[in-house]
């Protein structure tokens, strides 16, 4: 079914030592615009979306309703996608995160989903989650910092995803978010002028939630015509777009700089051209950056999204919240076509685990052993390991062979051009020691360029 993305604007507190002169912002219903500050309107500088969130609102009321649609879609089988936009410190991670006395998007769709699983008697659940961050255009893993550099793939059975990166079962809400807090601590941050805490990459934690119907009459056993229900949802906190001149930044940070800005200009391309409508989409850019990538399916594709663009109120950020308007008016014309996910093979994790711990369960005998449930835990996840081991081992050789029929086919190419030139030269009458010149050079140029193409 067809429907568009829904956009939220945010505009947070504004900073004590930062002034306004001559303008400021105006929230009215779902309408945000730009006022002299006597009142009068700016022409022309006037949005409209599907929510306007004022700096009195709560994190709660941005989930309630903007994201929470998306994420209990996600517990019934739709791939759901929500990230945060703005320039750096305008809100973008406290949106979701949040604090102590008020959670953010993430921990409460956490909290959201496992309390939805539980209202559902019918269906029985697996959930396992990763946590990755996109730094100087490199992917690394939030939960085995041993994981670098990682590469993104796609296949008919898992679509697109990251080869190698660590997925860890979970059972609860509590175990997600130490999950959470440990790969928090592996994230980069850094000081600038305009923000002490500054991240430095972004951000994507996924959960892959998988669910199948139990057959009543049989108690508790599967039906085996019941479908395995799959979906990805992703929840993005992306790092803010800078003004090397504001941020004052150098080095290091004017490398991350750099990278961030290049990724949501890729971003910012995908957007518009998607935007523009079915006429403008023979060629969309997602593989211009690895954001753009991960992200393929939530921006026009079988995915619900909800964007949630934050900005900063001062007047000396003017335009720059003018630029996140922009973004946030094109977004909002981006059509989704979202699905349910059912898998009919054996590709799910749930259906591929079901026969090893049946012996477990019927151990169990009605009762909940705390001591078997860590026995079926364990063997989940040492399973889901073995199973990306090969996936990757899989990957490794295949590339291996690709690599090898690519070496044979420059060699049959070579051959077939000497031959061709060999045919020339019989035909003509040139002398045997022109041919021999002529081929001694074709071969070091093509000694050449194969060296070119492994350096």
């Keep these: 079914m067809a429907e568009k993305i829904c956009v939220a604007v945010r505009l947070r507190p504004p900073v004590s030592q930062e002034t306004s002169s001559g303008t400021f912002w105006r929230v009215e219903d779902n309408r945000i615009s730009l006022h002299k500050l006597h009142g009068t309107p700016i022409s022309g500088i006037s949005y409209a979306f599907d929510y306007v969130f004022d700096e009195t609102c709560s994190n709660a009321k941005v989930y309630e309703l903007l994201t929470k649609d998306v994420i209990h879609a996600a517990v019934d089988g739709f791939n759901g996608t929500a990230f945060a936009y703005g320039q750096t410190s305008s809100g973008k991670t406290f949106t979701m995160n949040g604090s102590p006395n008020d959670p953010g998007i993430i921990h409460r769709a956490v909290n ?50 990251v080869a190698g990166l660590r997925e860890e079962i979970v059972n609860n809400a509590e175990q997600v978010i130490k999950l959470l807090e440990s790969g928090e601590v592996n994230r980069h941050f850094g000081e600038t002028n305009m923000n002490v805490r500054s991240s430095r ?65 890729v971003l910012g391309n995908v957007i518009n051209k998607l935007s523009n409508g079915a006429k403008q989409r023979a060629h969309i850019p ?37 630029g996140t308007l922009l973004f946030a008016s094109r977004a909002k014309r981006i059509t989704n076509c979202a699905q349910v996910n059912e898998i009919l093979t054996d590709a799910a994790l749930l259906r591929r685990q079901q026969l090893e711990i049946e012996e477990l ?25 073995y199973e990306l081991e090969r996936e990757k081992l899989e990957m490794e050789l295949e590339e291996e062979r690709k690599s090898h029929k690519e070496r044979e086919q420059r060699i049959i190419d070579q051959q077939l051009k000497i031959e061709n030139l060999s045919s020339l030269v019989s035909d003509g009458d040139r002398s045997s020691s022109q041919f021999f010149l002529l081929a001694f050079a074709f071969l070091v140029a093509s000694f050449s360029n ?3 193409r492994k350096s």
């Excluded at 954001?291 to 720059?320: D, F, M, W, Y």
């Design 450 to 452: 194969s060296g070119d």
């Design 286 to 322: 997602y593989r211009d950056s690895k954001l753009t990538r991960i992200l393929q399916t939530a921006l026009g594709g079988n995915a619900k999204t909800s964007i949630i663009c934050t900005l900063a109120p001062e007047e000396v950020h003017v335009e720059e919240t003018k």
């Design 361 to 385: 369960r019927r151990k169990l005998q009605g009762s909940r052993s705390e001591v078997l449930e860590q026995e079926i835990l364990k063997l989940r996840n040492d399973m889901l390991k």
């Design 112 to 161: 959201d989903i496992f309390w939805k699983i539980q209202m559902i008697s019918d269906r029985e659940f697996l959930i396992r989650v990763s946590y990755m961050e996109i730094y100087n255009e490199e992917i690394n893993d939030l939960f085995a910092v041993e994981n670098q550099k990682l590469q993104i793939h796609e296949s008919l059975e898992r679509g697109i995803f």
């Design 201 to 265: 990459s972004h951000t994507i934690f996924r959960m892959v939630i998988e669910s199948k119907g139990i057959d009543s009459r049989s108690s508790g056993d599967y039906s085996s015509s019941d479908a395995i229900r799959v979906s990805v949802l992703n929840l993005v906190d992306l790092a803010g777009s800078e003004r090397i001149a504001k941020t004052g930044a150098g080095g290091v940070r004017l490398k991350e700089g750099k990278y961030i800005n290049k990724s949501l200009m």
